[in-house]
Every structure is written in structure tokens, then in C-alpha cells.
């Protein structure tokens, strides 16, 4: 698996780069201190996940996530942080990133970049435990019975949104998986969006008023 590594700390990069290639699966194609090279970098080694810090001095990890994404959809991209901060999280869903984790969950960093590597949404569990405060800070004025959505969909759709797995949905549902994987395919092709990350940044948007 290679992997674009871009943080402003350069110890921060000599160590993440030291831990990420001890393991096997993992190969740092290059690394960065800006922002500011996140699409050149991307252009030229097409990494399978691209893992950037958010805050940096001339161009930050939304901004080069944003320019990143605008050419390259399906990039996958990991951010950094030492911040939890409301607004970050918010901005990275938007985006389209597909993880938000902080660098203070090292031991985790590797997993969730296998995460994120197979498909998945990832974000460590301090965020993770945030998103359905933030997500209740407004009432949803969207009529998602209008559009086909049942309630059980509803409540797929809100468990998603909060980062769990089809497993833990399954879970907490008393479903199966695949039927979780077919109430998903439903709702996506109900709500016309694209995967799971879209999923869940429709649902914020629409829950806590984001633009």
C-alpha cells in the first residue's frame, strides 16, 4: 500500500514515516511539510492514501484536501490533527475525507490507514463519540419520508453518520449484514449520492444546518 505522508513538524513526519514502514503492507512514496504540495505529490505518485495533518502554515489540510478531491474524487485521505476541534470535523466530512483522526491515537494510525485503504470511514473514538452531539445541535428540516426513506433507513442513516461499521449496525439493529448492505444500497440510490462518506455528510448537513 503507498502512502503521501505531508506534515508541517518534521519529526512528526520522520516518526509517522519510521512506524508506518516497520510494517510490511506500507510504503511511504514521499512526504511533504505543506499543504501546498498535496496535488503535485498526488499527481505524481497516485498513493492509495493520502495521510496529512490539517494544521500548517501556508496551506492547510482542508484547503489541499479540497484541491486534492476537486481532481481526484475518489482520493482517499486521511487527516491529522493535535485539535478536536467541532469546525475541523465538520469541514473533513464535508470534504469528503475519509478519516479524522488525532495524532495523539498513534497506535491507530496504522489501522486506520488499512481502514481507509478497504473502504472504510474512519475516526478515532473521541471524535467518533462527538459526531451525534454535533449532528443534534439542529433540527433536520429535510423530509426524508418524502423521499422514500422508512424510519429503520433512518436510523441506518444515523448510525452510519456517527462511524459505525454494516457489523455494528447489524448489531445494534438485530440485522444481518447483508441486509444492512441492502438497506445502504437503498438509501444511496434513494438520496442519489455515492458511498457511505457522502452518506454521512448528508445527514450532518442536514441535521445540524452546515452549508
Known amino acids: 500500500m503507498k502512502l503521501i505522508l505531508i506534515d508541517d513538524d518534521q519529526l512528526v513526519v520522520s516518526a509517522l514515516k519510521m512506524i ?3 510494517l510490511p503492507d506500507l510504503e511511504v ?8 504540495e498535496a496535488l503535485r505529490l498526488y499527481k505524481e505518485h497516485r498513493p492509495d492514501v493520502l495521510l496529512m495533518d490539517i494544521r ?8 489541499a484536501a479540497a484541491q486534492v478531491l476537486s481532481q481526484f474524487p475518489d482520493a482517499r485521505i486521511l487527516l491529522l490533527t493535535t485539535f478536536s476541534d467541532d469546525e475541523y470535523i465538520i469541514k473533513a466530512l464535508r470534504l469528503g475525507a475519509k478519516g479524522y483522526l488525532l495524532k495523539q491515537d498513534y497506535q491507530n494510525i ?20 462527538r459526531i451525534p ?9 429535510f423530509d426524508y419520508e418524502a423521499h422514500g426513506i422508512s424510519e429503520r433507513e433512518l436510523e441506518v442513516i444515523r448510525l452510519t453518520a456517527e462511524g459505525f461499521s454494516n457489523r455494528e449496525i447489524a448489531s445494534r439493529l438485530y440485522l444481518s449484514e447483508g441486509t444492512v448492505r441492502n438497506y445502504l444500497s437503498s438509501i444511496l440510490d434513494k438520496l442519489e449520492l455515492r458511498d457511505r462518506t457522502q452518506l454521512a455528510v448528508f445527514y450532518l448537513r442536514k441535521q445540524g444546518g452546515f452549508l
Open 56 to 63: 500548517m502554515e501556508k496551506t492547510d489540510g482542508l484547503e
Open 20 to 22: 508506518l514502514e516497520a
Open 133 to 141: 452531539e454535533l449532528m443534534t445541535q439542529a433540527p433536520s428540516g
Open 29 to 36: 512514496a514521499a512526504t511533504a511539510n505543506d499543504g501546498s
Open 110 to 129: 496504522a489501522p486506520a490507514v488499512r481502514a481507509v485503504f478497504s473502504g472504510q470511514t474512519v475516526f478515532g473514538d473521541e471524535i467518533t463519540s
